[in-house]
């Protein structure tokens, strides 16, 4: 059986200078964090199964800089989000919450990037994703479906970045400019292997 946790927060020193640009992000400045424990105390125990969070790599990226070695399955609302709404202009969460909890969105989202109020408004934004998924025909009923989907969504259907941002992909394999295109990120070190994934299966349709 599947147990949620209940949201908690807890600060931790990241042992280097905090950027203006995290610091604009989440007005948490170095003094904010002096006196408190170093980020490779963070410890994520081993009977944890799902992480759920807005582009939930990069949260597993920090973990695995603090010394993290568990890797539970991971559902990122993200993916979700640009596969159910991919011509929406933005998948930001704050961006998400105007768009499916305005009123929510105008009293509290002032307080986003705090940890409390972004696992809240993730929370949010997931039910509704859940809920958009489930009137196109999915059936999303159990956190392991959620998983399923969440991993199904992470194969991209449209560019997010680029000239071509914004494009379906398979349209985008069916001209001789785009399978180029294609055909060039497929060469790229960096390519995420969900992109990679969705180039080749659009160029192996054709």
Not at 142 to 169: C, N, Q
Request: aromatic share 8%; with cysteine; glycine share 4%.
């Amino acid at each position: 059986m599947t147990v949620l946790q209940a949201p908690r927060a807890k600060r931790f020193n990241p042992l280097k200078e905090i950027s203006l640009g995290s610091m604009a992000i989440s007005h948490i400045c170095d003094e904010d964090v002096a006196d408190e424990p170093p980020h490779t105390d963070f410890r994520l125990s081993n009977s944890v199964e799902y992480l759920i969070g807005h582009n939930i790599d990069f949260d597993m990226t920090v973990l695995k800089n603090a010394g993290v070695t568990h890797t539970p399955n991971l559902i990122c609302t993200n993916a979700m989000a640009n596969y159910l709404l991919p011509t929406l202009e933005s998948h930001k969460l704050v961006y998400l919450l105007y768009y499916f909890h305005r009123y929510i969105a105008r009293a509290q989202a002032r307080d986003a990037h705090a940890a409390i109020a972004d696992i809240y408004f993730t929370e949010l934004v997931l039910g509704s994703l859940i809920d958009l998924a489930n009137s196109q025909g999915h059936e999303i009923n159990d956190v392991e479906s959620l998983y399923e989907f969440s991993e199904m969504a992470r194969i991209p259907t449209h560019l997010s970045f680029g000239k071509h941002k914004g494009e379906a992909i398979a349209d985008l394999a069916a001209s001789s400019e785009g399978t180029g295109y294609i055909k060039w990120l497929l060469k790229q070190d960096s390519i995420d292997p969900y992109l990679a994934q969705a180039c080749q299966q659009a160029l192996e349709s054709l």
